[in-house]
């Protein structure tokens, strides 16, 4: 069986791996989404008598979600996951409608900056999210829990994988009619879910006055059984890695554990 992780995935930081030690998500929670071996069964098992199965309480959404508000809520990462210096989000960055709401004649491509700007990775609006801060980099962090059925959500993958390929390199014009060369490149993920696709996005303009500008922006969209998050990791400059990373495995991790527990309790 393959490993939980790909070898070119950072190991976690410590900050990271100590709460999901304490948590017990490394050790249990999403078994099935990381393709970890389970406990062989007894034996010998006891007999046991056979009992009619129980239909399931939990309320079928009509995006095939059996998750509640306050799970869906529950499978949010926090600022604590991520440790310093992320705290809680302050507000949109400048840089969103300065460099990211742009336009472009390429096609599909505006379909991608829309999503972006939108932040409708899933294609839709997201059920509950949350945005992170760092204060050092002044980067932002948006994670959200998707509201959208397992086959609209690899669609939208599957539509995603293409974009290096269709929308590698074409050039935009900003809301203040600045051109933009933006870049889309593949960006590997955590082996995690049932289904995912990440890129890296950059957008570089020149102002009238020389000055330059680089928009990086880390982009990931995960399933997990019938539920599915999206995030973006973006900033001025080079973003680092690590933070995106992080925040795949712990939300993969995450969301697969909540969805053990509903199925637990119902």
């Known amino acids: ?41 007894a034996p010998h098992p006891l007999p046991t008598l056979d009992r009619p199965a129980t239909a399931s309480k939990a309320p079928r959404r009509a995006d095939g979600s059996t998750l509640s508000d306050e799970q869906a809520q529950a499978a949010l990462i926090t600022q604590t996951d991520l440790g310093a210096p992320w705290t809680a989000t302050r507000g949109a960055a400048t840089w969103r409608d300065g460099l990211l709401k742009s336009h472009t004649a390429a096609g599909e491509c505006q379909r991608l900056l829309d999503a972006l700007y939108s932040d409708e990775l899933l294609g839709a609006p997201a059920r509950v999210a949350v945005g992170l801060d ?7 962090l948006r994670f959200q829990i998707g509201a959208r059925r397992p086959a609209d959500v690899d669609a939208m993958l599957a539509w995603l994988r293409e974009m290096p390929v269709r929308c590698a390199r074409f050039t935009a014009t900003t809301e203040l009619g600045l ?39 880390d982009v990931a969209a995960v399933r997990v059984g019938e539920d599915a998050f999206a995030l973006t990791n973006a900033g001025l400059g080079d973003v680092p890695n690590e933070a995106t990373q992080a925040a795949v495995q712990i939300g993969a991790l995450r969301l697969a554990d909540i969805r053990r527990q509903g199925r637990a309790e119902v």
């Not at 791996?17 to 062989?40: I, Y």
């Not at 760092?134 to 932002?140: I, L």
Request: aromatic fraction near 2%.
């Open 1 to 41: 069986m393959s490993p939980a992780i790909s070898p070119r995935v950072p190991r976690l930081p410590r900050a990271v791996a100590l709460p999901l030690l304490a948590t017990g998500l490394l050790l249990g929670g999403g078994c099935a989404a990381l393709g970890l071996n389970h406990p062989a069964s």
């Open 179 to 217: 051109p933009e060369d933006v870049q889309v490149r593949d960006a590997p993920l955590p082996e995690v879910g049932d289904a995912r696709q990440g890129l890296r996005v950059t957008c570089a303009a020149t102002d009238p006055d020389g000055q330059r500008f680089l928009l990086t922006m």
């Open 134 to 140: 760092d204060a050092d980099t002044e980067a932002q």
